[in-house]
């Protein structure tokens, strides 16, 4: 996945054990979805994107714009809801910090 045009990504890692990847789906599709109500289906597919990773219940989403944060605020209260604020971690990914540096996200 390339990174957004800002340089931003967000990294969600599920530390809960056992957590079906089918719901981290469901969330992530669930957040596009009213992102859509918000922008616009055009306007989110120009500014965001996200990517669901098969091997581990983890997601990627392009930030950097308003769109792209408003995005990934949605799918992260939606994880805090179902998990908790320590079921998950949140990474960043800054390019104009350093070339693919990933740090956590405060």
Do not use: N
């Not at 340089?7 to 957590?19: A, E, K, L, R």
């Not at 792209?68 to 998950?88: M, T, V, W």
């Amino acid at each position: 996945m390339d990174v957004s045009p800002s340089g931003v990504m967000y990294y969600f890692t599920i530390t809960t054990p056992g957590f079906d990847p089918d719901l981290v789906k469901a969330l992530v599709i669930m957040a596009v979805k009213e992102t859509d109500l918000i922008f616009g289906p055009a306007r989110r597919k120009l500014e965001t994107e996200y990517r669901l990773f098969r091997s581990e219940p983890a997601c990627a989403i392009a930030g950097g714009t308003e769109c792209g944060e408003h995005l990934a605020r949605l799918f992260s209260g939606f994880l805090i809801k179902q998990l908790g604020e320590d079921g998950f971690v949140v990474e960043r990914l800054d390019r104009s910090e350093g070339r693919g540096r990933r740090h956590e996200a405060p």
